[in-house]
């Protein structure tokens, strides 16, 4: 059963070259694409299933021992992150059906985003770190593409602000890695984590270490350098908003837990003020800069920011409560933020505007899209029983017995100030009279407004079920906080050995 490790890279890659092939065959590559994240789909659910029955699953691409050859590794933690990469590919190509228009789809949308979703499953299941930095660079050239896909002048810039920094984190990684090699000479995961434990962690670990924390906060948009999300996450169609929010950056988030709880253990309990210092940091500066937008797309991107500070709280706290904690509110974040942009999208398709001044009144023509809109805005909020309530839930609890009590009341606090700009957002679109001088709304026809709708349902769905039954998905983040933190057995299935 290892060649299931194999699949969620064959998968995406065998579609993007089939799209490329039948480059003119429209209707080909929207089919293709929706039966290749159907397809990835089961393949993470099967390789879920593997992992618990099994345990950790490692293969060796051309047979070349570990820890020379190309390791491909999948344990609960990178096998959920699979799933959840599935579902979000699946439903944001079945949106793009009514979203993508023929120029976007004759310059490539199709192949590229199964080329992004390449890149994302790459870095889940990589063991190696120059692996990880080759699926991070594929990851790159694809988004970097999608953003500018169109070529208005607002999308160039936001993918120029969003290549530049990106780019300036490639060049920390890269130099993490050299820096690492030459001091350990290896770069699977699995084997330094045997090396670093048996080295004394002179001036040059924490160093490395350093360099590695900047380059994956970058790319997860971490405080203090955030600011480019928010500035290019507005830009784009909103399908392309939507699979980076719920996937670029919380591959970011991913690497840095499964870094540096492999890794960097020791530099993490060294470090742990300056991660706690910037999730705190992070929630707040994302909830206030969410605050003060007039514009739909940027007041999410805003809120993207904000919950990416409790993911990395998970991780300073570095318990197994506190990393279940954050698994769960990750998988729940993207199913819940993910629901938010595609209401989002048809509010816009039916407005003509995202700005929140010019809308309202949809509630009485659209009940449905409110609903759609309000309950994952609440579960983001963290209000029972929805997921988002859950997830912080074990995070305030891991909080309160590692005693970090002001980051604590900062993560309660930033709740309070999510659930007011989202519900005051809910009002503007929903609840208020529309402006008298506002566009007539356009009528979208009913095939259109269901591939839009349909997607949106189905995410809100999904956070609401994990919300009001939360327990066997908690048990999976449980199994895979201990995995992470007891990493004898990923270790093992790697190198046959243990420390």
Request: charged residues 10%; glycine residues 8%.
């Amino acid at each position: 059963m290892k060649n299931l490790l194999f699949l969620p890279l064959i998968i995406p890659l065998a579609t993007a070259v089939l799209g490329l092939l039948a480059w003119n065959q429209r209707k080909f590559q929207r089919i293709a694409g929706i039966c290749s994240t159907a397809l990835l789909s089961v393949t993470a659910v099967l390789l879920l299933l593997e992992v618990q029955q099994h345990g950790i699953l490692s293969a060796q691409a051309g047979n070349w021992p570990a820890p020379f050859g190309i390791t491909l590794v999948a344990d609960t933690f990178s096998a959920l992150m699979l799933l959840a990469t599935g579902l979000m590919g699946l439903c944001v190509t079945v949106y793009s059906l009514a979203d993508a228009d023929s120029d976007q789809e004759a310059r490539g949308y199709h192949p590229l985003l199964q080329v992004l979703l390449l890149g994302i499953c790459g870095s889940f299941l990589t063991g190696d770190l120059f692996n990880l930095y080759v699926w991070f660079e594929v990851m790159l050239i694809a988004s970097f593409v999608l953003l500018a896909l169109g070529g208005k002048r607002e999308q160039m810039e936001g993918a120029i602000k969003y290549v530049a920094l990106n780019l300036i984190a490639s060049a920390l990684l890269l130099a993490g890695i050299g820096l690492l090699y030459g001091v350990t000479g290896t770069l699977n995961m699995a084997h330094l984590a045997i090396r670093l434990q048996e080295m004394p962690h002179t001036g040059t670990i924490p160093v490395i270490a350093v360099l590695l924390f900047c380059a994956f906060s970058i790319k997860a948009a971490v405080f203090p350098f955030y600011f480019w999300l928010p500035a290019s996450y507005h830009t784009p169609p909103i399908a392309v908003i939507t699979i980076f929010s719920a996937l670029l950056s919380k591959v970011g988030i991913y690497v840095l837990i499964r870094v540096f709880t492999l890794i960097f253990p020791q530099e993490t309990i060294t470090g742990q003020p300056l991660i706690l210092g910037a999730a705190g940091l992070t929630m707040l500066f994302g909830a206030l800069g969410a605050i003060a937008q007039p514009e739909l797309r940027r007041l999410l991107s805003f809120c993207v920011v904000s919950q990416i500070g409790y993911l990395l709280m998970g991780l300073g706290l570095m318990t197994p409560l506190a990393l279940a904690g954050s698994i769960f509110f990750m998988l729940h974040i993207m199913a819940a933020k993910s629901a938010l942009f595609l209401t989002s999208g048809v509010v816009a398709r039916m407005s003509g505007t995202t700005m929140l001044k010019e809308l309202g009144g949809l509630y009485k023509r659209y009940p449905l899209l409110a609903v759609l809109f309000l309950v994952p805005a609440l579960s983001v909020a963290g209000i029972p029983p929805l997921s988002g309530f859950w997830g912080k839930l074990a995070l305030v609890q891991a909080g309160l017995q590692s005693e970090q009590y002001l980051l604590v009341a900062m993560a309660l606090g930033v709740s309070v100030l999510t659930l007011y700009y989202l519900v005051t957002a809910w009002i503007a679109l929903f609840w208020k009279n529309q402006p008298a001088d506002a566009e007539k709304l356009h009528h979208l026809p009913a095939v259109r407004r269901g591939q839009m709708i349909v997607p949106a349902l189905l995410l809100a769905l999904v956070s609401l079920v994990a919300g009001l039954l939360p327990e066997p998905l908690f048990r999976l983040c449980h199994i895979a906080s201990e995995q992470l933190l007891n990493n004898d057995a990923y270790i093992k299935a790697v190198l046959g050995v243990t420390q």
